[in-house]
Antibody, heavy 122, light 107 residues
């Protein structure tokens, strides 16, 4: 059974750094055809992709947020960590991690975590 | 950067067919997928690789993708299908792209 679970602070102050952890089970972060992404949805807005990481440590970031994001993984702990610096109230959102399935030209999210709501406020 | 455009809202009567479009430059040359998100819940994959329905997704959900438009079709729409729907594709320069989402209302 594949599961992903996000954890992290529910409240951060403006300018602080957010650190979120995604703990996965039911699959390995060393699987070549899978990866993990972070995605968020701000209130009243659409889903927004943030970053992904694959078994070979290949990483990619949203072009608009690249300067603020860092993604990493600890395969032995089955965890993927996302850090976002210089948090602002507009970053208030539910943050999801999701498993990626990839093949030639194919990329989709087949399992999602329950999401964690992060509020940015002083 | 690559963009996907969806209508903000679609309304359908129970039992009728709902069609939600997703437009992007030469989208038919890429693979499109669709997610359903109900209030307070995580997104659920309903269509992958243009037309594939994951296990557990009802047969009334189908997808197509050609030219510049991908379409999610829900046949015999039920009240439980009321949700936000998002298309998504992969682009080599923008990486992961989501559409702006469509709110499906079943009247």
């Amino acid at each position: 059974q594949v599961t992903l679970k996000e954890s992290g602070p529910v409240l951060v102050k403006p300018t602080e750094t957010l650190t979120l952890t995604c703990t996965v089970s039911g699959f390995s972060l060393s699987n070549a055809r899978m990866g993990v992404s972070w995605i968020r949805r701000s209130p009243g807005k659409a889903l927004e992709w943030l970053a992904h990481i694959f078994s070979n440590d290949e990483k990619s970031y949203s072009t608009s947020l690249k300067s603020r994001l860092t993604i990493s993984k600890d395969t032995s702990k089955s965890q993927v960590v996302l850090t976002m610096t210089n948090m602002d109230p507009v970053d208030t959102a539910t943050y999801y991690c999701a498993r990626i399935r990839v093949a030639s030209g194919i990329y989709y999210f087949d399992y999602w975590g329950q999401g964690t709501l992060v509020t940015v406020s002083s | 950067s690559y963009e996907l455009t969806q209508p903000p809202s679609v309304s359908v009567s129970p039992g009728q067919t709902a069609s939600i479009t997703c437009s992007g430059d030469k989208l038919g040359d890429k693979y499109a997928c669709w997610y359903q998100q109900k209030p307070g819940q995580s997104p659920v994959l309903v269509i992958s690789q243009d037309t594939k329905r994951p296990s557990g997704i009802p047969e009334r959900f189908s997808g197509s993708n050609s030219g510049n438009t991908a379409t999610l079709t829900i046949s015999g729409t039920q009240a439980i299908d009321e949700a936000d729907y998002y298309c998504q594709a992969w682009d080599s320069s923008t990486y992961v792209v989501f559409g702006g989402g469509t709110k499906l209302t079943v009247l």
